[in-house]
């Protein structure tokens, strides 16, 4: 009989893993556009903690996690390595499947590995009120838990095409004392800004984190949180990569493919980086191959450019550079709202340029098709956003099976879907379309953009 789970209280890490210092190249400066000059990390100090920031820009190969956090990680961590040997069977395929399951913990997702960090270090400092964006409501659950933990207030602006698909979301949101308010919004001078000019405009992740940066910088004793993107995030998120592999020993395997899906990457980022670390230090008993997997919908990576450009609709955050569509991409209302956004963290986008990091993209139709494929063999109901990484799990074991090939296959489930049934709905009534972002509208974004940056003097 195959060992389905393998958990072990011991692996719960003691510490995260920083990538910066490990990259084949140095990260980009982020950069002030009023002066054209890198982003001092005191200039960041109005909207993050100190030690948010001192972690953002750190070259630690390792930071220690505070007890007092890993005390709230105990609450679901370490977190269960599976064999998926019930999807083997079903797809006839040689490959062996691994998922690290993120959807245990109490929010259902990967997402409370950071927003507990954050919610820690702010309240340490004396902070108030925490303000955030969030897409599916997958990040803005998950810090809703961690600042009701720690006894901060919460404003959570959620995209609105989002709030109205996933209303279950935002109760969640609500159960842990949030305040959830539809985005674009009347609260903000940016929010009344795009409704003057679209009134059902249905909102986008820069949007949202647009509103959420003028109403932190805007209120005393308020910082503002992020749940992807940022290199502190994207560390916070690699308990998963660092339990896996110790899990990884336990089965006496190790992967061939890591797979991960990728809105702004945090997820996949958080699996992928430590065996990126063990493969760049020859440690790994073998090369392993990484795959972010995104939407159709919203193909940064794969249809992206390498750009500098802002994490925001706004303009109000540094620019930074990354594969982007564009800031002022409005997505289409498609079902994997945490996977909305016009960019991706500056690290993987780094890893993608040099070859190291691969992405492939997909519709949801298909997406939805082994999502089901999925539930129907292992059980679990993926989200949405996880899905898209079942999807490229699914396509590699059958490529597996033809070429009649052994290979070890690890995938992130970042979070289970079982807020998501509307979705499931649509798909199975056809009311899913296989939309993909058109070519022509990224060009048309990406040449409003470097006309912007020719405009203030950046190339």
């Not at 996933?166 to 800004?193: C, D, F, H």
């Not at 560390?235 to 190790?254: C, P, R, S, W």
Request: charge should be negative; aromatic fraction near 10%; glycine fraction near 6%.
């Amino acid at each position: 009989m195959v060992k389905k789970y393998i958990i072990d209280e011991t692996l719960l890490p003691t510490r995260w893993y920083n990538i910066l210092p490990d990259l084949p190249e140095p990260l980009p400066p982020s950069l002030n556009p009023a002066t054209e000059e890198p982003v001092k990390p005191q200039d960041l100090e109005a909207i993050f903690p100190k030690e948010i920031v001192r972690q953002e820009v750190s070259l630690d190969r390792f930071v220690t996690i505070p007890e007092e956090v890993r005390e709230v990680y105990s609450i679901w961590r370490p977190t269960p390595l599976v064999r998926a040997s019930r999807l083997e069977r079903v797809l006839k395929t040689p490959a062996r499947i691994y998922f690290k399951y993120e959807g245990v913990s109490p929010p259902g997702s990967h997402k409370p590995n950071t927003a507990v960090a954050q919610a820690y270090y702010n309240l340490r400092e004396g902070v108030q009120r925490l303000t955030t964006e969030t897409g599916a409501g997958q990040w803005g659950s998950a810090l809703a838990f961690a600042t009701n933990l720690f006894g901060l207030k919460l404003t959570v602006y959620m995209v609105k095409a989002s709030y109205q698909q996933k209303p279950y979301r935002a109760i969640l949101m609500k159960t842990w004392g949030a305040e959830v308010v539809p985005s674009p919004s009347n609260r903000t001078r940016v929010g009344r800004e795009i409704l003057e000019r679209e009134p059902d405009n249905p909102g986008s992740l820069g949007i949202a984190i647009s509103e959420a940066i003028e109403d932190a910088v805007t209120h005393e004793h308020t910082k503002y949180s992020l749940g992807s993107v940022l290199n502190h995030v994207l560390m916070h998120q690699t308990v998963i990569g660092l339990e896996a592999i110790e899990q990884m020993k336990l089965a006496d395997d190790f992967p061939d493919y890591v797979v991960g899906c990728v809105g702004g990457g945090s997820n996949f980022a958080g699996l992928a980086y430590p065996f990126y670390m063990l493969v760049r230090d020859r440690k790994a008993p073998k090369n392993v191959k990484f795959i972010a997997v995104e939407p159709t919908a919203a193909p940064s990576l794969t249809k992206g450019e390498y750009m500098y450009d802002y994490g925001d609709t706004a303009r109000l955050t540094p620019l930074i550079k990354m594969y982007t569509l564009g800031h002022d991409y409005i997505p289409p209302p498609i079902h994997a709202g945490g996977l909305r956004y016009h960019g991706a963290a500056p690290t993987l986008s780094l890893l993608k340029k040099h070859g190291i990091f691969d992405s492939v993209a997909y519709d949801q139709v298909s997406v939805f098709n082994a999502a089901v494929l999925f539930a129907q063999a292992e059980g679990f109901i993926p989200a949405p956003e996880s899905a898209h990484a079942i999807k490229a799990v699914v396509d590699l074991a059958l490529e597996a099976r033809e070429k009649n090939e052994e290979r070890v296959i690890l995938f992130n489930l970042s979070g289970h879907g079982l807020l998501d049934l509307a979705a499931y709905a649509d798909y199975f009534e056809g009311r899913l379309p296989a939309y993909e972002y058109p070519k022509e509208k990224v060009v048309e974004s990406i040449e409003r953009l470097r006309a912007h940056l020719a405009s203030i003097g950046i190339a």
